[in-house]
Nanobody, 130 residues
Framework: QAQLVESGGGLVQPGGSLRLSCTAS????????FAWFRQAPGKEREGVAC????????YYLDSVKDRFTISRDNAKSTVYLQMDSLKPEDTAVYYC???????????????????????WGQGTQVTVSS
C-alpha cells in the first residue's frame, strides 16, 4: 500500500528557508508524478509545485516561483520542496501527494487538481512568523 510521510516543517522567520521531505514507500515512485499542496486555515487546498517521474517536468504556483524548488531522488524514495525567502503568507499545512497518471498540466487547466492525486501524506505544518 502506498504511503507518503512528510517531514521538515516548523517555525521560521520571514526571509528564512525550510526544506520539506516526502518519503514514499509501498510503490515504485519512479513512475509517479509528485506534488506539494498547501492549505491555510479557511482556504482551499492549493497546488504549490509538481514534478513528473518520467522527465522531471515541473510546475510552480506563480506566488512561489523563484522561491521554491521541487526535486526528487528516486534512489532515496524521497521528494523535496526547498522553500527560500519565506513569507508569512506561506504559512499552511503542506501535503505531499502522488499519482501514476497526474501531470503538471492539471494545475493550469483544472480548477481542483488535488482530485487527480490518489495518495496523500498526513501533512506538515509550516509557520512563517517573526
Amino acid at each position: 500500500q502506498a504511503q507518503l510521510v512528510e517531514s521538515g516543517g516548523g517555525l521560521v522567520q520571514p526571509g528564512g528557508s525550510l526544506r520539506l521531505s516526502c518519503t514514499a514507500s509501498g510503490f515504485a515512485m519512479t513512475y509517479y508524478t509528485f506534488a506539494w499542496f498547501r492549505q491555510a486555515p479557511g482556504k482551499e487546498r492549493e497546488g504549490v509545485a509538481c514534478i513528473t517521474g518520467t522527465d522531471g517536468t515541473t510546475y510552480y504556483l506563480d506566488s512561489v516561483k523563484d522561491r521554491f524548488t521541487i526535486s526528487r531522488d528516486n534512489a532515496k524514495s524521497t521528494v523535496y520542496l526547498q522553500m527560500d525567502s519565506l513569507k508569512p503568507e506561506d504559512t499552511a499545512v503542506y501535503y505531499c501527494a502522488a499519482d501514476r497518471f497526474a501531470s503538471p498540466g492539471l494545475f493550469t487547466r483544472e480548477p481542483y487538481p488535488r482530485r487527480f492525486f490518489g495518495s496523500w501524506g498526513q501533512g506538515t505544518q509550516v509557520t512563517v512568523s517573526s
